[in-house]
């Protein structure tokens, strides 16, 4: 791994480009602003908030984070979006509902200035959105084109060292790895066919990593996890990760199964239902869309819990997840877990969880974190897959052959060692050796 001297400073602005301007990017946006301006504080964020540990406990040296780690500053940081619907940020926010007219008030002028630029968008892989604010191309190549040269306008009118891109667009319909996604040379190829197995994320992460633009995929779509984008993006040298942010129910998973296990508890079943009413809740609403994010919510327990070693404790445990879109709700989800675990001699138990959420409050920090460590990993000179940024995902991509790490602890310490690795630090254990 390359060691302190290789990290390239993070000298002049930021750019963040986010391929969608809703509940999500909007609250991103408001939120880093805020702070910037001095009235809120950016709880939630690593980046921002959490100390590391350097060296042995009896040193007593834990720095911020981003004091330890090269890290864009907010003032630095510059916003642009695509969105086929063509509302500024103050007004998708406005629309989103996340934020009370006293938070968002205040910030009108400064979001009435991002407007999104045209999307690559086609109804038939978010069938419940209609948009205004779209290209037009010869074929999808084409549409790839134009959003590169988008990438450059913005880094070029903004004056711009460096751009990373978060997707926060809609989740896509279920589209399953085919040959088209196998090789650089028939991604390609397919994209000028208008094959139908190429959706608009994966244009945007083309385009994102055929420009040196880190790119993060913060939902559940195919995108980047495919063998011809993550050869494309470890030949053009760029970092990326997925998929899908983990944020509310699926957070508190990987936060309660480890602690089960941990103790060598049985598990009968496990069923999660939501109940939603943004317009991410409506897409949701769509089987196909559901599909794919219900294959993202569900691998969750079977890696953390591994029954294929553990199979008196966790053989044939039923797992239902559940999205009901429900209007009066909004952005404030409300999730319920019934947690059905078998105890000391099969005596049964249940944990009742009822997780009353605010989407976009919660997936705004994981926004700005990727961002920030992306940005961080290029200077590193890291690329490809990110598997240490696993801590942000539902979904995590991982390396052919091995299951992805869903333990949100073992997580966090993969996270923070790589960071003292990448900064010529000792890893921590926490071993007695290691006191
Ligand atoms: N909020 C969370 O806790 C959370 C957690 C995990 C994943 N996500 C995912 O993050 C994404 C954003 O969530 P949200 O609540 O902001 O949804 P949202 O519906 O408010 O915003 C999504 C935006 O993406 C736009 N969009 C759709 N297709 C696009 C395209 N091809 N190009 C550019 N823009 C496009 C839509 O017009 C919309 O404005 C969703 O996919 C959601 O599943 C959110």
């Not at 779209?134 to 460096?162: M, P, S, T, Y």
């Given at each position: 791994m390359s060691s302190r001297s290789a990290v390239r400073p993070a000298t002049g602005k930021l750019g963040i480009l986010t391929p969608g301007l809703g509940a999500v990017a909007t609250t991103f946006i408001a939120g880093v602003e805020a702070v910037r301006r001095g009235s809120a504080r950016p709880i939630g964020s690593l980046t921002q908030?959490?100390?590391?540990?350097?060296?042995?406990?009896?040193?007593?040296?834990?720095?911020?984070?981003?004091?330890?780690?090269?890290?864009?500053?907010?003032?630095?940081?510059?916003?642009?979006?695509?969105?086929?619907?063509?509302?500024?940020?103050?007004?998708?926010?406005?629309?989103?509902?996340?934020?009370?007219?006293?938070?968002?008030?205040?910030?009108?002028?400064?979001?009435?200035?991002?407007?999104?630029?045209?999307?690559?968008?086609?109804?038939?892989?978010?069938?419940?959105?209609?948009?205004?604010?779209?290209?037009?191309?010869?074929?999808?190549?084409?549409?790839?084109?134009?959003?590169?040269?988008?990438?450059?306008?913005?880094?070029?009118?903004?004056?711009?060292?460096?751009?990373?891109?978060?997707?926060?667009g809609?989740?896509?319909?279920?589209?399953?790895?085919?040959?088209?996604?196998?090789?650089?040379?028939?991604?390609?190829?397919?994209?000028?066919?208008?094959?139908?197995?190429?959706?608009?994320?994966?244009?945007?992460?083309?385009?994102?990593?055929?420009?040196?633009?880190?790119?993060?995929?913060?939902?559940?779509?195919?995108?980047?996890?495919?063998?011809?984008?993550?050869?494309?993006?470890?030949?053009?040298?760029?970092?990326?990760?997925?998929?899908?942010?983990?944020?509310?129910?699926?957070?508190?998973?990987?936060?309660?199964?480890?602690?089960?296990?941990?103790?060598?508890?049985?598990?009968a079943g496990w069923y999660s239902t939501n109940i939603l009413g943004n317009r991410d809740g409506e897409v949701l609403d769509d089987p196909a869309s559901f599909k794919t994010k219900e294959e993202s919510k569900l691998s969750v327990l079977h890696t953390i819990l591994q029954p294929e070693t553990y199979p008196e404790l966790y053989d044939g445990f039923s797992h239902v997840v559940r999205i009901n879109y429900y209007p009066p709700r909004g952005d404030n989800k409300e999730g319920w877990d019934n947690i059905d675990i078998v105890g000391w001699m099969g005596y049964p138990m249940q944990i009742k969880v009822n997780f009353l959420c605010r989407d976009s409050i919660l997936a705004a920090p994981l926004v700005l974190d990727l961002a920030l460590l992306s940005d961080f990993a290029m200077r590193a000179g890291l690329k490809g897959m990110q598997e240490w940024l696993s801590f942000y995902y539902k979904s995590p991509m991982s390396a052919p052959g091995l299951q992805p790490e869903h333990d949100l602890f073992i997580q966090q310490t993969k996270l923070k060692n790589t960071l003292r690795e990448l900064m010529g630090e000792a890893p921590v254990t926490h071993s007695e050796e290691d006191a």
């Open positions: 908030l959490a100390t590391i540990r350097l060296g042995k406990r009896s040193e007593k040296r834990a720095p911020l984070i981003k004091d330890f780690v090269p890290l864009a500053a907010l003032q630095d940081v510059v916003f642009g979006a695509w969105d086929p619907i063509p509302d500024d940020a103050y007004t998708a926010a406005k629309k989103a509902g996340v934020l009370t007219p006293q938070d968002l008030e205040p910030l009108k002028d400064f979001l009435s200035g991002i407007k999104p630029m045209k999307a690559v968008f086609d109804q038939r892989y978010v069938t419940r959105l209609q948009g205004s604010n779209v290209k037009a191309g010869k074929h999808k190549r084409d549409l790839a084109e134009q959003l590169r040269q988008d990438i450059r306008d913005f880094k070029k009118a903004n004056g711009l060292d460096r751009v990373v891109a978060v997707w926060c809609s989740t896509e319909i279920f589209i399953k790895p085919s040959a088209v996604h196998e090789t650089i040379a028939a991604f390609e190829a397919a994209m000028e066919q208008d094959h139908a197995d190429i959706a608009p994320s994966m244009l945007y992460a083309w385009a994102c990593i055929m420009e040196g633009v880190a790119y993060c995929n913060g939902a559940p779509n195919l995108a980047v996890d495919c063998p011809a984008l993550i050869q494309l993006a470890e030949r053009q040298g760029v970092p990326i990760s997925g998929k899908d942010f983990k944020t509310g129910q699926t957070w508190m998973k990987t936060v309660i199964a480890p602690g089960i296990k941990a103790r060598m508890l049985g598990l």
